[in-house]
């Protein structure tokens, strides 16, 4: 990935977006708000919110590491959008640097800005169903015509065993119920993703390989 952002030794330069109104795709279709960004995290251990938003990093793994950071996860927020729309890139990344904040991380390297994928947009949608029924009857009377008939001395039309009544039945809703299911769509959107470092204050993490962890002397 090209380093777009200045860095300089001993410490990283960001560069900090103000945090923008956004429609993104949260948990349950697309809302309008202040956005949706997803933070995974890679160690068992709640932190402390930051104040303000993180800072976007060109910097190496490696050069963080050597800095005291470390890294306590992954974030990925998408919308929809066109390759090339650097408004949307703008709001993708601010949202992204709050969220890492609020999982309490410093600086966000990013390792996609942007980028044009088709994802899984899940919808909500009403499904209408039956939920209590009855059996219901009908019954109809009729002849025949041209069947065993005659005119009687009245004038009128009479018909031999050619008249009955028939009788259907039918099952019947009495009671309908109103549910909310969930069905996804494939969409194409705009999506940025990047991992989340924290700055150690008593220096870098030791990783633990029994038990999956990163113990921190100081955070």
Known sequence: MAN????R???VTAVQFAALAIVLWPGMGM???EGHAMFTPFIQQKFETRSGPAKATGEEESALT?????????IRASQPG?????????????????????????VVRFSKVGASETVEVPRSRTHVKCISSHTVTTSNFSCRPN???YTDIRGSQQCNGSCGTTSRTREECAQWETEEVTV????????????VWRRSIGGAGVVNRDLGVVQMSGV
């Open 147 to 149: 069947s065993n008939c």
């Open 4 to 7: 777009r952002f200045p860095t």
């Open 31 to 33: 809302a309008q708000g």
């Open 66 to 74: 050597s800095e005291g950071y470390i890294k306590i996860g992954t």
């Open 9 to 11: 030794a001993g410490g």
């Open 82 to 106: 066109k390759k090339g729309d650097a408004e949307v890139t703008q709001r993708l990344e601010a949202v992204i640097l709050k969220k890492a904040a609020e999982a309490g991380g410093d």
């Open 184 to 195: 996804t769509k494939r969409e194409k959107a705009l999506v940025s993703e990047g991992t």
